[in-house]
């Protein structure tokens, strides 16, 4: 740990980019809490930035939540669409932006907040890492409070040592009541190893999938990238074809943290804004009571905000305008409560 197993292949990305494929970048810091003096685990020291849009915060904000550690570990949110041309710092910049109007709403989003971790009111996000000397300016982002250093910027990295920390970085969980992620010990070195494999099925055709399909400008990789991210999800629904509970058997593991984020994005918007319209999540019924399922743990469904995703995604499409649908067979996140809505 830091894990860089799921991280993209590097190998000629210019010239990959330049064809048409969709590259993701590697994280710049991955400094681990807990390992040396310099960031130790202690509650009340750590703040995360995140988008709420954002798949890769969902995981974050999804494992500080189930883990209980809401009250220890602050956290700012920026606003789901980033700055645009006519902006002074320049496009592409997230924005704390707390009394920006959503297109979708006509109103603010009450999710977003002030820059609160340095005491200085940052507007964007860009200055954490100019502050560190660094060019880089993604989310989600590990802050240190008392040192005004950025730990991590890696979200693999932080959703394993938060589970890791968990209890020294104040969880108001007992033991009894904390998902173990990923699990220690000799006698869960096989699910160890099971939730390995999936975490790399998952990562390289369904969470990073979904983006090489969506962001692709060549026909034959947007066509990979669907085909090997719908072959997945039929690999997932015949794994939950036995009734399992969770993709490793009863209980819920990092390998389903990570998978939660893209499917509950899928529906209501990958399906259409990344292309991904081969089926719904609904068409797949263990896959969807699957979904169902780990939407109604504890603190799930107050991890994410659909209308901040369907802001973010398609408040910066060609022409700004946000879908108000799927409405059937009910809205979503609704629908999320309902799994009987998959059938047999």
Not at 17 to 24: C, M, Q, Y
Not at 73 to 89: K, Y
Not at 105 to 111: I, K, N, Q, R, Y
Not at 188 to 215: P, W
């Amino acid at each position: 740990m830091p894990e860089k197993a799921t991280e993209e292949n590097q190998q000629d990305a210019a010239k990959r980019r330049a064809s048409g494929e969709f590259v993701r970048g590697v994280s710049g810091f991955r400094a681990v809490i807990g390992e040396t003096a310099e960031f130790p685990a202690e509650p009340n020291r750590y703040h995360l930035i995140v988008a709420l849009n954002c798949p890769w915060c969902h995981r974050v904000t999804l494992t500080r939540n189930a883990l209980g550690l809401q009250d220890s570990i602050s956290m700012d949110v920026v606003f789901p669409n980033r700055t645009g041309d006519d902006d002074p710092a320049g496009p592409n910049q997230w924005e704390f932006a707390p009394d920006k109007v959503a297109t979708l709403t006509d109103a603010t989003l009450p999710e977003c907040t002030h820059e609160t971790a340095t005491g200085q009111g940052l507007r964007l996000v860009k200055e954490f890492y100019e502050a560190e000397g660094s060019t880089e300016k993604s989310v989600p982002v590990l802050f240190d409070k008392k040192t005004q250093r950025i730990v991590t910027n890696e979200s693999a990295d932080i959703i394993r040592m938060l589970d890791a920390q968990a209890e020294a970085l104040g969880s108001a969980l007992v033991r009894a009541e904390r998902p173990d992620l990923y699990p220690q010990g000799r006698d869960n070195a096989d699910l160890r190893a099971d939730i390995d494999a999936l975490n790399e099925q998952i990562y390289v055709t369904i969470n990073n999938g979904a983006y090489k399909a969506g962001f692709s400008s060549n026909q034959e990789v947007y066509a990979h990238a669907f085909k090997a991210y719908f072959d997945t999800l039929d690999d997932l629904e015949t794994r939950l074809s036995d009734d399992r509970a969770f993709l490793t058997g009863d209980r819920f593991t990092e390998a389903d943290l990570r998978l939660f984020p893209t499917l509950y994005r899928h529906d209501p918007v990958y399906f259409l804004r990344m292309k991904l319209n081969s089926a719904r999540i609904l068409d797949y019924p263990h896959l969807w009571r699957w979904l169902c399922r780990v939407y109604a743990l504890p603190g799930v469904a107050d991890s994410g905000s659909l209308i901040h995703c369907r802001q973010g995604y398609f408040g910066r499409s060609w022409n700004n305008v946000v879908p108000l649908g799927p409405l059937r067979p009910m809205p979503y996140p609704e629908a999320y409560g309902h799994p009987e809505l998959a059938g047999k």
